[in-house]
Structures are given as C-alpha cells and as structure tokens.
C-alpha cells in the first residue's frame, strides 16, 4: 500500500509490520513520533504487543533485554543522548546476543544542546557489538527495519536502524508499505535457540572466568563476519519480493568513475544531483553509499574503491583529535592495497550539529580535490576560519 | 549443559550463563541496612478511639475469613454491631483509600462484623479466674466495655445501672432508627455469657453506698456518663411545655406517647438535638431546630445533620433564644435573637454574638432543650469530683485509691466510641493494678493495635505507600431507608453489605503498614533472599544473603517493611 510517510512513521510501520512484541521505551526529540506511533497502534489494536512506558532509556532497554531473553520480538527507539544513556546495556544486549532492533534518529550530541543531526550518537557506540544500517529514505527505513529482525535472529546480534533527525525523520515521503502477509512469509515468527526457560532457571549472563571470556567474544565477532553474507543474502530476498534490493554499500555511476564520493545517510540524495550535474560536464564522478557500517564491508569497499583516482569521504561526525569516522575505516580498509591501486582519500567533516549539507558543498569538496586546490587529507567545510587555531582552540570570547 | 571441557567454539552456549544457584556466595556481609517486617498504625486505626485493629481485620475479610475477622474485632471491643451504627466513623476521614476511590466503608464493615458474631463462640477465651472482684457504676458503653475486658481477664464483674435496662445511653439516648434495641440486647447477652452480672434499677449514692461497693469489691470503676440537660436560662423556660430534651427523648425510646404540642423547638446542634427532632418528627410533632453557631459548628454527627436534613427537618442556623412566649396558659412563640460569629473560645468554635435588633418569633407550641448534658456525681467522694467532672488522671485514676473513672462523665469524649475506648483501657489500668497491687505508669494509648504490637510506632499516610500498585476503584454506596418512609417509623435508617458486598469492600483495602502477603517483596528480591514461612503467615528473610539494598521496602506497596541500620 502507498502511504505519505516520515521516516518516524515509515519505522512504526516497519516495527509493526515485524510484528514485534514488546515495545519498552522512552520519549526523546526527534525519535518520540517513532514510538507515539507505536503506542498507537498498540491502542488501537493494530499491534498485538506490550508497550511498556519506561522512566529512562537505560530501563527502556532493559526491558527489551529481558523480554527478548523470555524469547520476545521486542523494539525501542532513541536519540543521543538517550543512546548515551543506554551504553551499559548496549554492550549487554550486543553481549547476550539478542536480536534487538532500535532505530536511532541521529541527533548530535551535547553541550551544547542540539536537537539536529549528526552522527556521532550512533558512532560512538561503534565497538559494541550492534549492527549498525544508515538509511537514506523514508522507503528504505521501513524496509530495513524489517530485514533487520531478519539478519538479526539469523546471526544473533542486534541492530541500530539509523536515520538522520529531521532531514528524514520528519520529511514525509511516498513510501511502498508492505503488505502483513508478505512479511509474514519473509520474517517467521521469532523462535531463540536459548532462552529463558522457567523449568531450567540460570543465571544469564554470570561470570565468566579469563578461561573462556575470550571465546564468548570471539563468537561475537564470527557472527559479525557471518552478517556480511547474511544481510547481501536478506536485501536480495528483499528484492525478489518487493523489486528493491539492499547491498551493504551502494554503487552510483561509478562505472567508469575517477573521482569517488563517499558518504552514508541523506547526504547521499543531495549528492546525487551533483554528481549528475558533474557527469553532464564530463567529470568522471561516481558516488558510494555506506549502508551497513557494521559489520564493515572492508573487502567489498577495497574492490570498489581500487584503482580510483582519488577518493572523497563525507563525514557528518568527527573523532576528535582523528579523523572522520567513516573517513578513518575507510582508509584502513584500503591498507593492504598495492600503492598503485590505492587511491590518494581526502576527508571532509560538514554538518555537524544539523548545519545543512546543500548541493554546493558537495560540488565544492570535489571540485577542489579533483582540481588540486585542496589537498588536505582532512578538511572542516564550511565553518569559521581560524586566525590562530591554538588561541581559537580555548579562548573565551 | 555447558560443556566443562570444550575442544571447540561450538561447544559452547551463545553466551554465558549458570544454573548453579545464587546461594553460592553469601552477600549477607555487604548490607548496613537491613529490611524487617514492621506493622506500623494504618492512618484509619490512628483515628479509632476504640483501638480497633481494622486493616488485619478488612484484610482477613477480604481472604473470605470472615468468621476470624468477625473475632478478632471482638477481642476488645464488646460493642461493634451497635458502633457499626452509631460511631461517627472518623477511621475513613483519613483513609489512604480516599486517594483511589473514596473511604473503605469501614463504619458498614464494622456493623457486618457485629452483626454476624453474635455467639459466643466468637468471644476471646476467657483467662482463668483470679478471684478478684470488679464494680462497675453505669452500665453504658464505658461501663460495659470495661466490664468486658475485665471478665475476660478473669476478674469478677457487677455492674450497677439505675435504668431498668442495661445500655445507659444506648438505650435511652439513640433512637431505634440509629441502633435497634435487638441489636444492643444481643450484645449485652453476649457480655452476660462471660459471667458480667447487670444489677439494674440500683443507683449507687441511694440504693447502694459507696463504701458498701468499696468493702465488696478490690475496685469500682465509675463510668455513670452525662443523663442531665443543662437550662437555658431564658424567661419563660418553667413552663410545663418546655422538656429537658434527655428526658423527653428517653420516655419517648422507652415507648412512651406523652401528648405533645403539633410544633415544637428543639435548641441545640448535637447529637441529642438531632435525635429528638427526628425522632418528634416519627411520632408526628413538626420539629424546627434553633442553633446559635453554624452548621460548620455543629458537634452533631454530620451524617445525622445531613440525614436531619434529607428528612425536611426545619433548621435555624446563628438562631439562639431569648424568651419562651407564654400567652395565656399557652405557649406560642420561641422568641430569638440572630447571631454572628467573633473569634474563636476557649472550644476552638467560633463564638456566637447577637446581633441587635435582630429579635424575631419561631411560632411554636412548646420547646424542647438540649445544649448540653452534665452527670450526677453526688455518690463520688469529693476528691473524685472536680465541679461537674469527675477527677480522673490519663492512668483513669481519681485521687481516691481503688476508684477509677471512664465515659463522658470522666473524660467528656462525646462518643460512644470513645466511652468504648475508655472502658477498654481502664480495664487495662485496673486489670494491672490488680494484678501487682501498683499503678501502671502510663494508661495504653488511646490509638493502637490491641491485638499485637506495632513494632514501629509511625502511622501510615498515603505518603508512605507505593501508588504504582493501587488504581481507582469507587465506593460502594450504603443502602439507606427513603426520607419519605424514615419519617413515619423508628426503622432502621442505615443498611449493611452483604457477605459478598464485604468481601467485594474488603478486597479495596490497601492494608496500610500491615503485610498482606501479597508477595512484591519476594518476586523483587535479587538475592532469592525472601522466602515464604512455612506453615505461618508472611515473610521471613534470609540475612546470610540479603544485601540490605532496599528495593523490597520500595517495592513494598504499604509500608509494611523498614529498613534498620545493622550494627555490627
């Protein structure tokens, strides 16, 4: 069925479409439609789930943990600083191996306060053990939130769906919505290997001695390489179903293509256009969207990106005292590469905080690195410049 | 099973877990605070000037133990079929229930109770006689709840009453539309069946002496109460139409129809000016009530206001007389003055001040008073007597060894609750003192759970309990007779719950600061270190494991546990 979505709406949908079961959240600016819409449904009985209203992010996903170790289907939704909050039980969940899914809207983080987008929230939760998608459309949000439960119940590690703060969480767009019965048959009904089980009480998660921490963590990061072949494998069966097929990354025009963009997110639609407008001249760009973050596609970005000219990677986040994040992974992706197959990278951090990304940015990173005026390997676009960078880095006007 | 000796990755869960249990390791160390079980004073109980014990009680009701509810609510209390009709109920004012759906009917409730243990079987057991012997004077609800406790302590009791009937003011004071008579015959009967002999038609001072009760008995208790109005003190009021209003109401409840004016006065604002206007009303005089304070003043029951009202009773609120107008042999008039209200007396009430001017006539045939009652003391000693009170100390003492006071005429409580509550306790007193031959040093409170010991002296308010476990659930209404079929009969006016409608009004207790075993504090407990008594009721908990980290006392829904620092 055709609706008007926002992104929010276009993660309910998904979320009830996935049937999930429990629903255990908190309200925060900008993800609160996602689960306004939630608890509506529920109301309405057009979920059959349990919302449960929690007073804090850490206890909304605490009771995702312990309704999916009971064997539930169970989905929360945040934003920054309530991602922030939920860190301890993030490693939990990622640590358990439970197939949670929660969608992040990015929203940078504070001080000071900012309700827009960046990434830094999601990315900061890198390293534990989440799976990690970036969406770029209203379309491809409710239909990655349901391969999500798919991969993850498949390979036992949960997943952030991740959308940019207003840019798509609240821009209505024409999306496909599918149909219960199709996703049915796409996604069974949830059955755990191991889980709580009131004939056989144990503690979950006890201690575990240095004699086989090791191993548990070891088993975690199989399954991450197991979810590289399982998410191309779902976004395949996807495809056959719906006629829109999902990668880990995403090729645009890049046949041929010299100059490569990278980005990930809505970005990507803004670059687009500019590397249509750029082709129209005859300039050999090409862009590469980042999809599934984690697990990493290294393999797959080192063929892609091999042999290119040069490559350029736009960050909406920013590892201080670093590199970009994307921009860092990507390089180290390329390590192993022949000199002459590895592409000189140039990385731009832009868009922090919400500031808009406009096609003119976008046309001004590439043009400056294809014609040689800016040959930086990091670069801040479009902010104040600094007459002294050490006296800016801590005055106080 | 995990596999204790893994050659592979496969050989292992997903991800850790342990069957062994928790017991393992003995947290018990850790904890500089320590839950306990503590019952502390339920906010309804903290009111009852009889200590009924009613959260234990409304509880055991609502397991469908009825019978034992019914019991231990007569461990003390001999009078709960007639309180559960006359008490101004002040329990539910403060019930925790009125932020969830209104009061617990506890008034209904404690009439359910009394009304279905009329047997003795529901009595306590009697202790083994001690061969001492008790007098009683006046046989009203002071007088009878003394006599009560003490002969279940064992003592041997006699009351004397200068009524033909035992009861005092319950028999001649409340009309049968508040308290059938049936009702306090079966509850007399039930204090005869404990051996308490009732020596009516004998007024101590002229039947008896007192010094004949003090050479017969280890101790008397005197507990006479108020039988006296006091005058008005208005021209006009020695005429033969106007009624001392305890008299006029006793002949009237004994059965008697004396011949009356069609419209009569009645001046007052308390319980008896409410009782005689109603009960003119019933034997067809039209009655008007005269009040000199307001309605807010009034020290009548407000349900008896209230029900006054509904039955179209006329009432003269900053009204007081000034004259009875006599003209001819005949009265015609009640001449008043209007009042207004100056700043509060020595009662805490706002004092009324005529207005000048004001005078204005309420055609009426004859007028009944009744501000205010005093007691007959000319029997005490003089040292026992202090003006129109007798001297009594907070231990029911007079300064006379071996005389002991309670009841209004003691301590003016005002309600035959509070007469119940005295008697309760001066029994106490007594019960001691004959006993060790020694005055206690302090009398037991006048609120407390009588039936077992409050571990932590604190009353529960709504404050204290744990609203995320309780949701709204209404009031029953309490089915009560139509104002058009009350004014014709001395029926009664209230009606009772069913067994059902009990348990139903039970089952909303909240049981404030008592256990209820409703089990939160075991299913919260992360240590497994509450476990189910065997074979008893509630909780016992295991301090080799506790932790001592609180959330059973937080997840307790009513204060039933505390924490305690531990020492070591």
Request: proline share 7%; aromatic share 6%.
């Amino acid at each position: 069925m055709r609706m008007v979505l926002k992104g929010n709406g276009a993660v309910a949908h998904g979320v009830r479409l996935a049937r999930a079961q429990v629903i255990s959240a908190y309200p925060i600016t900008p993800q609160t439609s996602i689960i306004e819409g939630l608890a509506d449904m529920v109301s309405e009985g057009k979920l059959d789930a349990k919302f449960i209203k929690v007073e804090s992010e850490h206890s909304a996903l605490a009771g995702c943990i312990s309704a999916s170790s009971a064997g539930a289907r169970v989905f929360t939704a945040t934003s920054a600083q309530g991602l922030a909050l939920m860190h301890e039980l993030i490693h939990w969940a990622a640590g358990a191996r439970l197939p949670i899914v929660l969608a992040n809207v990015n929203r940078a983080m504070a001080p000071g306060w900012s309700i827009w987008t960046d990434q830094n929230d999601s990315l900061s939760q890198r390293d534990t053990g989440w799976m990690q998608v970036y969406c770029e459309s209203s379309q491809e949000v409710v239909d990655s939130v349901i391969q999500a439960y798919k991969v993850s119940e498949k390979v036992l590690l949960p997943t952030m769906v991740i959308l940019d703060a207003f840019f798509l969480s609240h821009t209505y767009e024409d999306v496909e919505v599918p149909e219960q019965s199709m996703v049915d048959g796409f996604l069974p009904p949830l059955d755990l290997p191991q889980k709580m089980d009131l004939e056989r009480p144990a503690a979950l998660g006890n201690l575990v001695f240095p004699d086989r921490y090791m191993e548990f963590r070891r088993k975690m990061d199989l399954a991450h390489d197991l979810a590289l072949g399982v998410w191309e494998e779902v976004g395949r069966e996807w495809g056959g179903l719906t006629g829109r097929s999902y990668g880990l990354v995403e090729e645009y025009r890049l046949e041929g293509a010299e100059l490569v963009f990278v980005t990930a997110a809505t970005a990507a639609s803004t670059a687009r256009v500019v590397i249509d407008a750029m082709r129209e001249e005859g300039i050999p760009a090409g862009l590469l969207r980042l999809r599934v973050f984690r697990p990493f596609p290294a393999e797959l970005l080192r063929g892609v990106l091999a042999g290119r000219k040069k490559v350029v990677v736009l960050d909406r986040n920013c590892s201080f005292g670093h590199h970009g994040i994307f921009h860092q992974e990507i390089k180290s992706a390329l390590y192993g590469l022949p000199d002459a197959q590895r592409p000189p990278m140039y990385g731009f951090i832009a868009g922090l905080g919400g500031r808009d990304i406009r096609p003119d940015d976008i046309d001004g990173m590439l043009r400056g690195v294809w014609e040689g005026r800016i040959t930086d390997p990091v670069s801040w676009w479009d902010v104040l410049e600094a007459k002294d960078p050490a006296r800016a880095a801590v005055v106080m006007a | 099973m995990v596999e204790l000796n893994p050659k592979f990755l496969e050989d292992l869960p997903i991800t850790s877990y342990s069957d062994n249990p928790t017991t393992l390791i003995k947290t018990g160390t850790w904890k500089y605070v320590q839950p306990s079980y503590d019952d502390k004073l339920p906010a309804c109980s903290n009111l009852c000037p009889a200590g009924n014990d009613i959260s234990k009680a409304l509880d055991l009701v609502a397991r469908g133990q009825v019978d034992e509810a019914a019991r231990l609510w007569r461990t003390g209390n001999p009078l709960p079929a007639t309180l559960g009709r006359v008490c101004p109920h002040p329990c539910e004012s403060e019930c925790n229930r009125n932020a969830f759906g209104g009061a617990i009917a506890i008034h209904t409730m404690e009439r359910f109770l009394g009304d279905r243990s009329f047997d003795p079987a529901f009595l306590p057991e009697k202790k083994p006689a001690t061969g001492k012997k008790v007098a009683v004077v006046g046989a009203g609800p002071a007088g009878i709840a003394a006599a009560y406790n003490l002969a279940l302590a064992g003592h041997d009791v006699e009351v004397f009453d200068d009524k033909p009937a035992p009861g005092g003011y319950l028999r001649t004071g409340i009309p049968d539309y508040r308290l059938p008579k049936e009702i306090l015959d079966r509850e007399i009967a039930l204090v005869e069946s404990l051996g308490v002999r009732f020596t009516c038609d004998t007024r101590v001072g002229r039947d008896v002496t007192l010094d004949d009760l003090r050479g017969r008995f280890d101790a008397v208790i005197a507990a006479v109460g108020f039988h006296r109005s006091r005058p008005l003190g208005v021209p006009g009021e020695d005429h033969p139409k106007v009624y001392n209003g305890v008299h006029l109401l006793e002949r009237i409840l004994l059965g008697e129809r004396p011949e009356l004016p069609a419209r009569m006065a009645i001046v007052g604002g308390g319980n008896t000016a409410m009782d005689v206007a109603r009960s003119l009303l019933r034997i067809g005089v039209e009655p008007v009530v005269v009040y000199r304070r307001s309605r807010l003043e009034m020290p009548a029951i407000p349900a008896e206001v209230d029900e006054a009202m509904a039955e179209g009773i006329e009432l003269h609120f900053l009204t007081a007389p000034s004259r009875v107008v006599v003209e001819g042999d005949r009265i015609t008039a009640l001449e008043c003055l209007k009042m207004r209200l100056g700043e509060p007396d020595e009662s805490g009430r706002r004092r009324p001040i005529p207005v000048e001017g004001s005078g204005f006539q309420i055609p009426v045939g004859g007028v009944v008073t009744a501000i205010g009652e005093s007691a007959d003391l000319d029997f005490l000693p003089e040292p026992a007597r202090e003006g129109w009170r007798i001297a009594a100390d907070s231990r029911f003492a007079t300064p006379v060894e071996g005389i002991f006071a309670a009841g209004d005429a003691a301590f003016g409580g005002g309600t035959v609750t509070a007469a119940v509550g005295e008697g309760r306790r001066v029994a106490a007193v007594v019960n001691a003192w004959l006993g060790g031959g020694e005055l206690p040093q302090e009398a037991p409170p006048v609120q407390g759970l009588w039936s077992r010991p409050v571990t932590i002296a604190r009353t529960v308010h709504v404050e204290q309990l744990n609203p995320a476990y309780f949701t709204e659930v209404p009031r029953p209404e309490i089915p009560e007779l139509p104002p058009e079929q009350r004014k014709t009969s001395f029926a009664e006016v209230m009606g009772g719950f069913t067994e059902e409608e009990a348990v139903a009004e039970a089952r909303r207790c909240l049981v404030c600061g008592t256990c209820n075993e409703c089990c939160n504090c075991l299913y919260f407990c992360p240590d497994v270190a509450i476990h189910r008594r065997e074979n008893a009721f509630g909780f016992e908990i295991d301090t080799e494991h506790c932790k001592g980290c609180g959330i059973c006392v937080e997840e307790c829904p009513r204060d039933a546990l505390s924490l305690v620092e531990v020492t070591s």
